[in-house]
């Protein structure tokens, strides 16, 4: 089956520690996307790439980065450097920048104390 | 600037009666709509769209919306809730100019009561 896998689902880290949340998709869309949720805010988009070895930067990315080295992965790493890390990720992708919608992954769970 | 507001952050309704979720955009472009679900812990799934084309766009789950450019409103409504219905809904306008960007909607909560 197609689709977005996102992995782990829950992870728990230590305060100044970097950790990296993982996102593939096997839909051979060109464009991915990282989100990031919190209660009462909707979706943030932190990361885009349209393209293999190319990606912008969105609303919220700093303490974030991302890499872009093959078209199924776009791993996601927030750093020591983001003041508030604990939330919900979403990654999602979409057919390319003239695609409508975006195909979303289950999420990873954040939790840093 | 294009954005999105959803009035009401929760919505309580009897399984059975109609479902009305609101949603209005701002957009400097014509827009493309989107509603999303999202049941707890989990990723979102597409309902329903709005490209272009005719205005009430039926979608998943007897979900439907109506694009209405006077008003700038891209409700949701459903018939009869189901108690699976409850989760949180999202309505989302695609960015014009920015690589396929959706800005998304603060988000409501729908509860069904038996």
């Known amino acids: 089956d197609g689709g977005i896998t996102q992995s782990p689902k829950y992870l728990f880290r230590k305060e100044g520690q970097n950790v990296t949340l993982s996102c593939e998709q096997n839909?051979?869309?060109?464009?991915m996307y990282w989100y990031r949720q919190d209660p009462g805010q909707g979706l943030r988009l932190i990361y885009y790439?349209?393209?293999?070895?190319?990606?912008q930067k969105g609303d919220i990315a700093e303490g974030y980065s991302v890499s872009r080295e093959k078209k199924e992965s776009f791993p996601l790493t927030v750093t020591s450097a983001q003041k508030n890390p604990t939330a919900f990720y979403l990654c999602?992708?979409?057919?390319?920048?003239?695609?409508?919608?975006?195909?979303f992954g289950p999420g990873t769970r954040l939790t840093v104390t | 600037a294009q954005s999105v507001t959803q009035l009401g952050s929760h919505v309580s309704v009897s399984e059975g009666a109609l479902v009305l979720l609101r949603c209005n955009y701002s957009?400097?472009?014509?827009?493309?709509l989107f509603w999303y679900v999202q049941y707890p812990n989990q990723g979102l799934q597409l309902l329903l769209k709005?490209?272009?084309?005719?205005?009430l766009v039926k979608g998943i789950n007897g979900f439907e919306a109506e694009f209405k450019k006077s008003e700038t409103s891209f409700h949701l409504t459903k018939p009869s809730a189901h108690m699976s219905d409850a989760a949180e809904y999202f309505c989302?306008?695609?960015?014009?100019?920015?690589?396929?960007?959706?800005?998304f909607g603060q988000g409501t909560e729908l509860s069904v009561k038996p």
């Open positions: 957009s400097s472009v014509p827009p493309y």
């Open positions: 839909l051979n869309h060109d464009a």
């Open positions: 999602a992708s979409s057919m390319g920048t003239r695609a409508y919608e975006q195909y």
């Open positions: 989302a306008v695609r960015h014009g100019n920015q690589g396929g960007k959706l800005i």
């Open positions: 790439s349209q393209i293999v070895n190319d990606f």
């Open positions: 709005y490209t272009t084309g005719a205005t």
